[in-house]
């Protein structure tokens, strides 16, 4: 089916496009009867007014921008789909900017404030270790949605929506210790990351503990700093060593989906099979991990409702309807074929 | 590794920001012996300049805008990385616009243009079946990147950078027809599609007549048109339908390798294996496609020269270097483990 256009819609009613605009816009300059015209045409040929190109006329003084660390990483692009259609639907326009890993986000933000006349900022992803007074040197309310944070920051400075990714973390563990697995590897963070990495251990160690298992260090393996941290490639070079390094290990839990399908991928080229030689649990709830041969046990992050939750906040903050608040969602433990009990 | 900033260097430097700031950029206004002690403490310390915010700082009036049809698309994350490094040596700024699959995009680089005085204008990915009048009302130059053309366009009209379709898609086929395959259904895009789909989808034609195989409509499977096109969930969909169908077939070409990995999970569900049962090909070279399993045999675009010829073609309209150009680039056929010979 041919889309129609406006220009469609302006030689459909005879009007000139500046007409069609303006009855969709509910300008004021436009006479009563030519508008209902126009938007009865409009409904019966289904035309779709183009809502990005609307807001960036309308809007400019009135941006949201997303700050995203890691635009590569599939687990973000859900989210960037439902941040625009939130920010649009409150009638601001959006705006994406990606941050290098090695970047100062706050630094970027700075600056776009300046130039974009900003109203609010999302950050997603990546790690968060600035000073409270770094915070504060943004001047417009800013939401954290997906980013796990370390105890070092006092909750009334900020905002922030996530999963309690220590809690969750606990749970897939928990899940692969009650299927009779002892010796569990994880491929996590570097032990200077005080985010979602760091949590994420923190849950491992602690479901070990309370099944009465020491954590054995040879089995903590760490992502390559050369390469994009949570990726598949990450996830494949450390399995590779940890597998050559011939550690006794049954089951791996990888940080992510991404990494866990690279661990999958490193098993396979041994000639070992998931789950038959080693369970594979990830962390994310990827579609992919839906896809995969064997499709991925994951603990699922709701990333629909976390998105939405993130662009609320942002208008309550901006509306000054409510103080730093922080809202916790519940992840979900996926059982699928990558795992299998003892 | 503590990142540092900025705001660390000014006061190891015991100057201001703004004096560092001057230093990193050139600026006149600024001692050369304060300069040279600034770009030394930059030095032994790692500094990376914030490029981002740099250059959304200087650059607010050069502004070039990547529009991206199918932001969740893989395939064009890769892309994104390389245009935004790209235009930033450049000293331009990089705004990348999210494009709606009902949406048009001409529309939308319409109101860009004015609201962001872009210099210049990447259109990435999706259809592309804009009248000539229409094309005109665009001011500033613009490339089409990975937009497979077809005929009822003049080469004079545009600049386009990509691989050939029609070409690459023929190969891809013409591989699986050596390999002893008759019977080869395809998922392709909907017949009225005037870009990369028809040109893949007559790629397949024309390489069965090649061969002497009948094209069986029978086999001939297109996208569902309410699930995001060239996705995994799209090939998955189809190719239930397919086998259900029980349409004799011994493989099945995807036109991406996302339809390719939904295909291959719908044969999975119904017992069958890959490629024992159905060899699978796909199209463009993810990453993921080397990680699945099996990994997928398909044709690999060679996404980083094509994302630095584009810039590089969009620039030289910039500087009228040139007039209307269109660079191809050769595509790889990548046998891996999804197909074997009959």
Redesign the interface.
Known sequence: ???I???DVAKMCGVGVTTVSRAINNHPDINEETKSMIMQVIKDNHY?P?????N??RA?SKTIAVLIKG??N?FF??M??VF?EEIQRKKYSFF?????E???EI??A???E??KRLKGIVFLGGYF?HSKE?LTQLSVPFVLSTIGMATEFTPSDYSSVSVDDLKESYKIVDYLCNQGHKKIAIIAAPM?DVSIGKLRYDGYKKALEDHGIDLDLQLVRIMKDDIESYT??NG?VVTKELLASKEDCTAIYAISDSLA??A??AI?ETGKKVPEDYSVAGFDGL??G?????SITTMRQPVKEIAEETIKVLFDLINKKISHTHKIFPAELVVRDSTKSL
Do not use: H, W
């Not at 994406?96 to 290098?100: A, M, T």
């Not at 839906?290 to 064997?294: A, E």
């Open positions: 089916m041919k889309r256009t406006i220009t779709i183009n809502n990005s190109a609307r960036l006329k400019d635009i590569t599939p692009n859900q960037i789909k625009e994406l900017q990606r941050v290098d090695n970047q100062d630094d970027v700075i600056e776009l300046k130039e270790s770094k200077d598949m490639e494949y399908i690279g999958c991928k396979f579609d992919i839906f896809y995969y041969n064997p």
